[in-house]
């Protein structure tokens, strides 16, 4: 069998197995949808988090593979995680549901990609505005960094510290620094 009809086999076995299992993933990204604007609504860090072990091994698993926001959900999850066990202002603060909390997150990769393509002044200004306004912790920002595939340099790295340096403490900057020599 050839490449090109090998790759057609496995395409249409995948698309067969999604369509057999369309109902456990509707399902499963029903009960994050629903657990996590619930739990925002609240406030209740302790029902977000609960939700790590359930997208990475239990029943929510299926909508992490498939779903694409399941992913960012599970990124911030893992960050707010670190956040809450570091005593700090976590990410999710003066998010009411699943819809306010992935902008933030998109409004945080879009302000983190103007400071790494420094298209222009105003461009790195806004990103700059946003960062101050929404204060997003050091491991927000390095998570949002790895995850999105930014390839940060030593610049990129030396700009955030510098807006960030705005409200991180001097053990925060250090932290930071810390995490981007570790690439």
Known sequence: ?????????????????????????????????????AALKRQDTKAMLDLIPYMEQGDGLSAYEHIGE??????????????????????????????????????????????SFRLSETSTEEAAGWLLDNRPSVFAIYVILQEEMIIPDADLYGIIVEICSAYWTADEQQLFISLAAGN
Do not use: G, V
Not at 14 to 31: V, Y
Not at 86 to 107: A, G, H, R, V
């Open 1 to 37: 069998m050839d490449i090109s009809s090998q790759l057609n086999l496995s395409t249409e076995t995948f698309f067969q197995q999604l369509e057999k299992d369309k109902d456990s993933i509707q399902n499963s990204w029903l009960h994050i949808t629903n657990t996590l604007n």
């Open 70 to 115: 399941s992913r960012k959900i599970l990124t911030i999850l893992h960050f707010t995680q670190l956040e809450l066990a570091y005593q700090k202002t976590p990410f999710i603060l003066d998010c009411t549901d699943k819809n306010s909390l992935l902008e933030k997150y998109t409004l945080a990769l879009f302000a983190l990609r103007r400071l």
